[in-house]
């Protein structure tokens, strides 16, 4: 089992940073792809970015949050952040962890991930 507990959301104006960090449980998080998703009012679950096992050389962006947000992984904390940079209003939504514990490649859909955080408030005011 792993669990997820998912930090840093708030309100924040049109053009200001956020850091959410996501710890997790468990002796294997390493081993472990991990994504961001978030959903927003009305909206399906959609993937922000994700990257892979160990020393995360490989990561996924969504088109609309490239060059804006950056993952990253620290096992040794058994964290993986999110920071997100220039916010804009349609970023608001809940964010959210995710692991999958065959970790060797990116996911990007919300079904392959098999373990989940309770979600995490991120507000952007225009």
């Known amino acids: 089992q792993v669990q997820l507990v998912e930090s840093g959301g708030g309100l924040v104006q049109t053009g200001g940073s956020l850091r959410l960090s996501c710890a997790a449980s468990?002796?294997?998080?390493?081993?472990?792809?991990m994504g961001w998703f978030r959903q927003a009012p009305g909206k399906e679950r959609e993937v922000v970015a994700a990257i892979n096992w160990w020393n995360g050389s490989s990561q996924y962006y969504a088109d609309s949050v490239k060059g804006r947000f950056t993952i990253s992984r620290d096992n040794a904390k058994k964290t993986v952040d999110l920071q997100m940079n220039s916010l804009k209003p349609e970023d608001t939504a809940v964010y959210y962890c995710?692991?999958?514990?065959?970790?060797?490649?990116?996911?990007?859909?919300?079904?392959?991930?098999?373990?989940w955080g309770q979600g995490i408030q991120v507000t952007v005011s225009s």
């Open positions: 995710a692991a999958q514990q065959r970790g060797s490649t990116v996911y990007t859909e919300a079904k392959e991930y098999g373990f």
């Open positions: 468990g002796r294997t998080f390493g081993s472990h792809a």
